[in-house]
């Protein structure tokens, strides 16, 4: 990219039209978007990335943080292939995977990859990742909590051209839908996928029409360049020291056996690194993550310690990030990694407890840390299949200026939980609860926000077969600083005995419901920031006057019973 200097004015402005570009390829994708979790939920993220390196160069605000970091690892896979191959990228060319080990994230993911060129040179690269509905495997939704390898997760497509020089291949195409249980659904997904993509196109050939393709060059080196001195700077602020924490995912689905994810985060001068040294070991179980994976998720949790960062990958110049060989922190192929959200978020909460040691005042408690994946799946009288999968929020964790937020999405994300209305609307079932969950937040004097109750019945008479993969059922959300524990995952289902709970807790597979019956999910709350005995005797009053603590509750964790 060009040398050329660049005054800070134009920077700015350059600085946030790129964002722009970015912020509209998400908008189009979620305009349409055939299913709800990209549509309603915003599963998904565009971005543009470096010509040579795949480096995160701009990521739009409305997607999932967690593809920030990942989707670089993808467009790297692409150019990996490219040299492999001893192809020459061409105008109009688009790759398509939904491998998780090279790209990142689970196999829902689908990643498309597009060349954008300038003058007959590759300028830099365009990418559109989006969460579909279902990809195969061995349950709708693809969340399988009995999964031993990534065949039983999903259809596992490796960096293939979808269209060449502009011309799509329809073999790849065909491929693609036969292996889908909701064809409409994923070539939906699809198109708005390449509508975006051929947006960020004709804004980037708007933009460099503009200003030239050396001056857009030159915004793009300083924007990097920007991000690691503005990194350097918060570091060196901090003091230097090392620190440890450990928290535990309830099981694998496999095993009922905890798996302790641990990190010892030091700072020496302007550089941290993140050492995940004493994580458990690769397990049978679909807790597994890959390694692009991890070191994203080490990204989303230093964005939030650091709010001010950018969006570039510049932030992890002075970053060390470090994952065990062997771990379930850097697993290989074929290991099934359909559960990574559980493993990311206990990533953040143990790095968040690490660095609540180090500056107290720049983390909150822990978050609710699981999405409770849930399909309802089954057919309809007239043999279509139907797959209803969501998932769902919990309390957000206090903070050193507030209470944590009710009923937030996961802190990995910025999607929104699919409003009751749309789910009733698009599948045969009903909520008879949506409704937040008193008591579960920890304590603390900045309480952590609530969770919620969900019960959902099956209207279909040909019933439905349920699948959870969730976690926090047996080890709950800390607090920090001081601050208590959340309430733990509860989840249960009807049967004609009554109500029955998973025998892990938190997964099960293979839940027949009749008509009638329901599922229901008490999600957890947030932990407490700071000690219970020096909440305001106000707010305690005005939570059980609100309903959010009981008053035997009150009078337990602050030793008031709700009087002011």
Not at 428 to 452: C, E, K, N, T, Y
């Amino acid at each position: 990219m060009s040398d050329a200097a660049i005054d800070p004015i134009t920077l700015a402005v350059l600085a946030g039209r790129m964002e722009q570009i970015a912020d509209e390829m998400d908008a189009t994708l979620f305009r349409a978007a055939f299913n709800p979790i990209i549509a309603e939920a915003h599963d998904a993220s565009h971005g543009l990335y470096h010509a040579r390196t795949g480096d995160t160069l701009v990521q739009g605000k409305s997607g999932l943080p967690i593809f920030v970091g990942v989707m670089s690892f993808a467009v790297r896979a692409v150019i990996d292939k490219v040299r492999e191959t001893g192809e020459t990228p061409q105008d109009g060319d688009i790759w398509i995977f939904n491998d998780a080990h090279l790209g990142g994230t689970h196999l829902n993911d689908m990643r498309l990859v597009r060349p954008y060129f300038r003058d007959g040179e590759l300028f830099c690269w365009l990418a559109s990742v989006g969460h579909w509905h279902d990809l195969g495997g061995g349950a709708p939704g693809n969340y399988n909590p009995a999964a031993k390898d990534a065949f039983q997760e999903a259809f596992v497509l490796p960096p293939v051209k979808l269209a060449r020089a502009g011309e799509m291949d329809r073999g790849v195409l065909d491929i693609i839908l036969r292996n889908t249980r909701l064809p409409q659904s994923a070539e939906g997904d699809l198109n708005g996928q390449l509508g975006a993509l051929d947006l960020g196109v004709k804004r980037m050939d708007e933009l460099l029409g503009e200003y030239g393709g050396g001056t857009v060059s030159a915004a793009l080196d300083a924007l990097s360049d920007r991000a690691d001195t503005l990194m350097r700077a918060e570091l060196d602020a901090l003091p230097d020291g090392r620190w440890e924490a450990e928290d535990f995912l309830d099981n694998d689905g496999i095993v009922d056996e905890a798996l302790p994810i641990r990190v010892a985060l030091e700072i020496r001068g302007d550089r941290m690194t993140l050492d995940f040294e004493g994580t458990a070991d690769r397990c049978q179980g679909p807790v597994n993550i890959a390694r692009p994976t991890a070191v994203a998720t080490a990204y989303v949790a230093i964005k939030h310690i650091f709010p001010m960062l950018p969006a570039n990958a510049g932030v992890m110049r002075a970053i060390d990030v470090r994952i065990p060989e062997g771990s379930l922190l850097s697993a290989e192929f074929p290991a099934p990694v359909s559960g990574y959200t559980e493993t990311i978020l206990r990533m953040i909460d143990v790095i968040f407890a690490a660095a609540s040691q180090a500056a107290p005042d720049r983390v909150v408690a822990n978050a609710y840390g699981t999405i409770n994946a849930l399909s309802i799946a089954g057919r309809k009288k007239n043999g279509q299949p139907w797959v209803m999968f969501s998932f769902y929020g919990g309390g957000h964790g206090g903070s050193p200026e507030s209470d944590g937020l009710n009923h937030g999405s996961a802190p990995i994300s910025t999607a929104t939980i699919p409003p009751m209305e749309i789910l009733e609307a698009a599948y045969p079932v009903m909520f008879r609860q949506w409704a937040l969950r008193p008591d579960s937040g920890g304590a603390g004097r900045h309480r952590g926000g609530l969770g919620a109750i969900y019960e959902i019945e099956v209207l279909e008479e040909n019933g439905a077969e349920v699948f959870l993969f969730g976690e926090r059922g047996k080890h709950a959300p800390k607090g920090v600083a001081g601050g208590s524990e959340a309430a733990t995952n509860r989840f249960s289902y009807q049967t004609d005995d009554g109500w029955a709970q998973p025998p892990m807790v938190s997964k099960m597979r293979g839940i027949q419901l009749r008509q009638g019956q329901a599922v229901r999910l008490e999600t957890p709350g947030g932990g407490g920031y700071g000690p219970a005995a020096e909440r305001d005797h106000e707010a305690v009053a005005r939570d059980v006057e609100r309903g959010l603590l009981g008053a035997d509750a009150a009078e337990r964790l602050y030793g008031r019973g709700g009087a002011a």
